[in-house]
């Protein structure tokens, strides 16, 4: 079954995890849809500002767009309300994720959401979240593995995916992607 994924801000401004999902989603063949609310777009390439200050006006603009055009879906924030999120101590988007339909609410502050169990989606760590993609399409996230691993070696000085992937806050991701390119490097020798 098609999982719809919604993607919260924290998700989008890492440039790791939101890089492997985009490229998870194109690999698997639509295991899973990637949405998000246009305050969520907007509050990551404000973080990726805040991180390179140079990047702001039509650079900022261009990278909102970029970030959009990876989405099978933006929620507009003001049009699904506030109605679940009212009261809520966290300010995880809980009503833009309902009304998107989400299956899953992909967010890295899982410890702020409290009363899990009445929200009519899941809510999941990225390093869980991948780990579950690994279980359903290890080929996939092999493939990705061994793109991201030829890409790093010729692009020059860039972290090595298990590397980035730690980094990100993902270890038990990293991990599996490092036995990947392991199996990958024992069959290249192999053959």
Known sequence: MLQRVFVDTDILASPTQHAWLVLLRHETGGLFQLHSSSDAATGAVRAWVARDPGARGPVARRRLELLVATLDEVVDAEASGRGLDHGHPSD???EPARSGGAHVLLTS??????DLDRLPFDVCAPDRFLCLVDDSAPLAVREVAR??????RSDGPRAAPVDALIAAGCPAFAERVARHLRVRELRARAD
């Not at 502050?109 to 409290?114: E, F, G, K, P």
């Open 92 to 94: 995880l988007p809980l």
């Open 109 to 114: 502050r899982v410890s702020d959401a409290t």
């Open 147 to 152: 793109r991201q691993d030829g890409a790093r």
